[in-house]
């Protein structure tokens, strides 16, 4: 099972952009489906983006898509996930995932996860 930690969160602006990164190790990284999940206190995780083992399959949630871009380095066991235009309403803890499934890693229900990352954004 692979070890996952996120790195690049903070306090933004609307407006602004960020980009989160996500570090893998003790997996085979570049055969696992990896994506982003987010979370907000009392809810459930929310799917944010995806990206298949071939970097060119990324899938995104209606929200995020045409400001958010996932994008994967398997020679350096990265997944990042760059934010753009960013909203009050994409305040959450954001978690990187990862699986052998596509359908897992979309569900927010991948069998690695990280600790999280907090995205504050200010109006």
């Known amino acids: 099972q692979v070890q996952l930690t996120e790195s690049g969160g903070g306090l933004v602006q609307a407006g602004d952009s960020r980009r989160l990164s996500c570090v893998a190790s003790?997996?085979?990284?570049?055969?696992?489906?990896v994506g982003w999940c987010r979370q907000v206190p009392g809810k459930g995780r929310e799917f944010v983006a995806s990206?298949?083992?071939?970097?060119?399959?990324?899938y995104y949630a209606p929200s995020v898509k045409d400001r958010f871009t996932i994008s994967r380095d398997n020679a350096k066991n990265t997944v990042h996930l760059q934010m753009n235009n960013l909203m009050t309403e994409d305040t959450a803890v954001y978690y990187c995932?990862?699986?052998?499934?596509?359908?897992?890693?979309?569900?927010?229900?991948?069998?690695?996860w990280g600790q999280g990352t907090q995205i504050t954004v200010s109006s």
């Open positions: 990206i298949r083992e071939n970097p060119d399959g990324t």
């Open positions: 003790g997996g085979t990284f570049s055969t696992l489906v």
């Open positions: 995932a990862a699986d052998s499934l596509f359908a897992r890693v979309v569900l927010c229900k991948g069998n690695s």
